[in-house]
C-alpha cells in the first residue's frame, strides 16, 4: 500500500494541545483469528514497536447504555475486550481479535509520521491475518487546552460558548457538552465534546477538545486509508473552527 502524506492537514503548532490521537480499524474476519497473529504482527514490527508486548484490558468512557457498567449517572465504562500492546515511547500499536488500532500520545509526533505508522501496521497486519475488509473505521484526536486564567469569557478564546437563560447565575464553573453530527457528501459522523476538566495548576482553566469522526459504511483495506485522509482533514477543519487566534497565537508561543 502506498500513500504520501506531502502536507499536513493543518496548521502546525510549537505548542499542540494533542494528548492523544487514535485510529482504529475493525476488520471483516478472514481466515479464523488464532492466537499467533499478534506474535508474528510483532516480529514484523520490532523495529518500530521493540518494547516487549503487554496485555492490555481496554476501556472506554461513554455515555449510559444498558451494557456498560455506570459511573455515577450519566457517564460509564464499556469493556472493549483484551489486546495486545506494542510500545515506543508515545507510539503505540494495539491488536486484538479482528481489530487494530494505532495511538499517538504526547507529544504529538505530527500527521505526517503517524499516517505512515498506520499504512506500515496495516500492511502488516493484512498480510498476516487477512482481512476480507474493513468493517468499522475511527480517527480520533483528544485535546486539551490550558488557558493561563481562571476568570474570562470563553469568547476571548473560543469561536462557541455556553449560555442560559438570565433566572441561572452568570458565573459558570464547570460544563460538558458533547454533539453528534452526521456529514452529508460522506457517509461519516463526528463526535464532539467540549468539557471543563480539572486544571493542571491554581490559576488556570483547562478545556478537553474530543473530536472523535467514524466511517459509517464498509470499505476495502486501501479505500480506508484514503478514508482517514478525508477524516482527519475534516477533524482539522473541525478543530479550527472552534478555537480563535488569541489560542493559535499560544499554542506558537516562546
Not at 515511547?89 to 488500532?101: E, I
Amino acid at each position: 500500500m502506498d500513500l504520501e502524506a506531502d502536507s499536513a492537514p493543518g496548521p502546525v503548532y510549537r505548542h499542540d494541545p494533542i494528548v492523544e490521537a487514535i485510529v482504529e480499524l475493525v476488520f471483516e474476519p478472514g481466515p479464523e483469528w488464532n492466537i499467533t497473529i499478534p506474535g508474528r504482527l510483532y516480529d514484523g514490527l520490532r523495529d518500530t514497536y521493540p518494547d516487549p508486548p503487554k496485555q492490555r484490558e481496554i476501556l472506554e468512557a461513554g455515555l449510559s447504555s444498558e451494557d456498560d457498567e455506570k459511573v455515577g449517572n450519566a457517564f460509564t465504562v464499556s469493556r472493549k475486550g483484551t489486546r495486545v500492546v506494542f510500545g515506543n515511547d508515545n507510539k503505540l500499536l494495539m491488536v486484538g481479535p479482528d481489530v487494530l488500532s494505532v495511538h499517538s500520545l504526547r507529544p504529538y509526533e505530527g500527521w505526517q509520521r503517524l499516517l505512515p505508522r498506520i499504512v506500515g501496521a496495516l500492511d502488516s497486519y493484512v498480510a498476516i491475518a487477512r482481512p476480507s475488509g474493513v468493517r468499522k473505521l475511527s480517527l480520533r484526536y483528544i485535546n486539551r487546552i490550558n488557558i493561563p486564567e481562571d476568570s474570562f469569557s470563553l469568547t476571548e478564546y473560543f469561536t462557541i460558548t455556553q449560555g442560559l437563560p438570565d433566572a441561572f447565575p452568570s458565573r459558570m464553573t464547570a460544563f460538558i457538552d458533547r454533539m453528534e453530527l452526521a456529514y452529508e457528501d460522506i457517509p461519516a459522523k463526528i463526535i464532539f465534546t467540549w468539557a471543563t476538566t480539572q486544571p493542571s495548576s491554581p490559576g488556570q482553566s483547562s478545556f478537553l477538545l474530543d473530536l472523535d469522526l467514524h466511517w459509517n459504511e464498509k470499505c476495502s483495506v486501501d479505500e480506508a486509508v484514503q478514508h482517514l485522509v478525508d477524516l482527519r482533514q475534516r477533524e482539522r477543519d473541525a478543530f479550527e473552527s472552534v478555537i480563535n487566534n488569541r489560542l493559535r497565537e499560544m499554542f506558537n508561543a516562546d
